[in-house]
């Protein structure tokens, strides 16, 4: 092998070894049979934080959070947010399409939200692949009058 090819042969096997980490990462949406299986323990899970959250009972609200949710999502967060959120798009009234998607050890379910006064509004709540316990470990509303 001459001199001028190795840089090449390198940066080729570094492009491959970058391609192949952004690959491991990837979020893909789950089977039929594991979304099944997922929305299981994911609908009850949702049905609860969001009567929790119209309820404005953290109690309930936070009653499947993970250690990291409890911690980083604490009842006067959950007030400020549930503030935020009431006064923009107001009191949740239903969700529907949920799509069920794995990245790495992690899954998530989205749903589309009908609050008050929008629909469309993403739902996502994010679970551990390996725990049978199913900890809620990330939940984001968002919708355009949320980012206004």
């Known amino acids: 092998m001459n001199l001028p090819q190795i840089p090449l042969l390198a940066a080729l096997l570094i492009l491959a070894g970058v391609c192949a980490c952004g690959c491991m990462n990837q979020e893909s949406v789950v089977s039929d049979e594991v ?3 997922v929305l299981e323990y994911a609908d009850p899970i949702a049905d609860n934080l969001l009567l929790g959250f119209n309820e404005g009972n953290y109690t309930i609200y936070s009653r499947d959070f993970g250690e ?20 923009r798009i107001g009191l949740y009234v239903a969700r529907a399409n949920p799509v ?14 009908e ?11 994010v679970f551990r ?19 206004s």
């Open 129 to 147: 692949k390996d725990d049978d316990s199913h900890r809620l470990y990330g939940l984001w509303f968002n919708s355009p009058m949320l980012r």
């Open 115 to 125: 609050f008050e006064r929008e629909d469309g509004v993403d739902l996502r709540f």
């Open 68 to 87: 990291e949710m409890k911690q980083a999502l604490d009842e006067a967060v959950f007030e400020q947010n549930r503030e935020f959120v009431t006064s």
């Open 100 to 113: 069920v998607t794995q990245t790495g050890e992690y899954i998530a379910v989205a749903y589309k939200g």
């Open 35 to 37: 979304k099944a299986q």
